[in-house]
């Protein structure tokens, strides 16, 4: 009998034996095709030998020391990398963990930011319904689904939410994307003005909806609106990019295709590809010189921030996204990924929208093509789908309650960027039979 406490109880999961390139395998032996990376984390696939040489290195020099005492070179080194490559001025890294630890650590930087520039009377966060930032209390608030936080919501503080940038299934027929995208980022400035102007801590945002979305990007000019209303307002802007970010959509960041730049922008998941548990903040030096010109410590930390062997797999991580040129093949194998899906699947009478940036691909499945109709929740399309794509070896990520957190139903999809053609080939293969399998 397991004595772990797993995600679902009543499922029966195959024991993980080991990883090499996009495959993982259980301890049956079978294959599987690793199309999400878990959730968008392997962007390097498995058991790279020069990522698990640099945690070993670390290891065997040094394991832990405390922040509180010590800074370490992999922190130190890992650091001074992200800046160099991160837009504008963001140029300050906190490390964490993970990508709620990221986000929290977001939302308590603006707060304090605020409080040290003498305006703290802003006591209100903006989000977007349909997104998700995390599942400790702070940011689980700050999220917009509501199926994530219906149980907990008496003990979620208030956060005020606008609509997404989700073209497909709501800009209205009379007007073009463009337009669309000024009226869902007018909301911003609307709800600013309705909470009071000086009262606004922060705006956060995912530049590509994930998870809750299956990677929905913005409408073209819809984030530089968003940037110029939170700088009118001085509303710190903090861009998710735990899923999006680290090279997933092409650039290293996704911020960069919108031309924006954030005051925070959070990353995780592809930071360690898996290797270690890490995530970091990346703030403005402006956010940081107001903290060090005031009381000079930001109140927060955790016992693992900036953990030596978690930043020596980051930085050897990032090393390797930038010397083996994969930024330019996440494009180009995202332009393979997403023209065959639409030659397998566009056709398909379930198949409502084919979107995504790079290797970050979503699928929306619907009941009805024309009316743009989703699934009865009933119907369980996304966890059939989960089901059928891993019984056929294929890892995908697939989420009910696209529309509204209850109906709805997409599949996303994150290769590891050294997947070759032939396996973008496979994905849809077995993509394209698991869907046909669920819809008929
Ligand atoms: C955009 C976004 N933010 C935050 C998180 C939370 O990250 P973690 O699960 O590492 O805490 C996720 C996880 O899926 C995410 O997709």
């Known amino acids: 009998m397991s004595h772990v406490f797993p995600r679902h109880t009543k499922a029966s999961l195959p024991t993980a034996s080991h990883g090499e390139g996009c495959y993982l395998y259980d301890t049956n032996g079978k294959q599987y095709f690793d199309g999400s990376g878990g959730a968008a984390v392997s962007c390097l696939g498995h058991g790279d030998p020069e990522i698990i040489e640099a945690v070993q290195k670390q290891l065997s020099y040094l394991a832990f020391a405390h922040t509180g005492f010590f800074t370490s070179e992999p922190a130190e080194q890992l650091a001074e990398l992200l800046a160099k490559h991160a837009p504008g001025d963001l140029d300050r890294v906190y490390f964490v963990s993970g990508g709620s630890e990221a986000t929290e650590a977001a939302l308590k930087l603006a707060r304090q930011y605020h409080v040290e520039n003498n305006e703290p009377q802003r006591k209100h966060i903006i989000a977007r319904r349909q997104s998700y930032h995390g599942n400790t209390l702070g940011v689980l608030a700050a999220g917009g689904n509501q199926w994530r936080r219906q149980q907990f919501s008496p003990l979620l503080i208030d956060v005020n939410h606008i609509a997404p940038c989700?073209?497909?299934?709501?800009?209205?027929?009379?007007?073009?994307?463009?337009?669309?995208?000024?009226?869902?980022?007018?909301?911003?400035?609307?709800?600013?003005?309705?909470?009071?102007?000086?009262?606004?801590?922060?705006?956060i945002a995912e530049p590509i909806v994930g998870a809750t979305l299956g990677a929905v990007p913005p409408v073209d000019g819809y984030f530089k609106r968003i940037r110029e209303i939170c700088d009118k307002y001085g509303v710190i802007l903090i861009l998710d990019e735990v899923m999006c970010g680290m090279g997933r959509t092409g650039p290293m960041f996704a911020c960069e295709t919108e031309g924006i730049i954030p005051d925070i922008l959070c990353i995780a998941k592809g930071l360690g590809a898996g290797y270690q548990p890490i995530g970091a903040m990346i703030c403005s030096s402006k956010l940081y010189q107001t903290i060090k010109d005031g009381s000079g410590y930001f109140q927060h930390g955790h016992t693992y921030i900036g953990h030596p062997v978690a930043c020596a797999a980051g930085l050897a991580v990032v090393n390797a996204i930038l010397e083996k040129g994969l930024l330019p093949r996440v494009e180009q194998m995202g332009n393979l990924l997403r023209s065959e899906l639409q030659s397998s699947l566009a056709q398909h009478p379930n198949v409502g929208d084919i979107r995504g940036r790079g290797l970050f691909a979503g699928i929306e499945l619907v009941a009805d093509r024309e009316r743009k109709t989703p699934f009865e929740s009933s119907c369980g399309v996304a966890s059939k789908l989960k089901s059928s794509a891993f019984e056929h070896g294929l890892i995908c990520y697939p989420m009910p309650g696209t529309r509204d957190g209850k109906s709805g139903d997409h599949v996303l999809l994150a290769p590891p960027f050294i997947t070759s053609a032939t396996q973008v080939g496979e994905v849809v293969e077995k993509l394209t039979l698991a869907v046909n399998e669920v819809c008929g």
């Open 166 to 203: 989700y073209e497909y299934a709501e800009k209205r027929d009379d007007e073009n994307s463009y337009d669309y995208g000024q009226r869902v980022a007018q909301e911003l400035e609307d709800e600013i003005l309705q909470l009071g102007p000086d009262t606004v801590i922060a705006f």
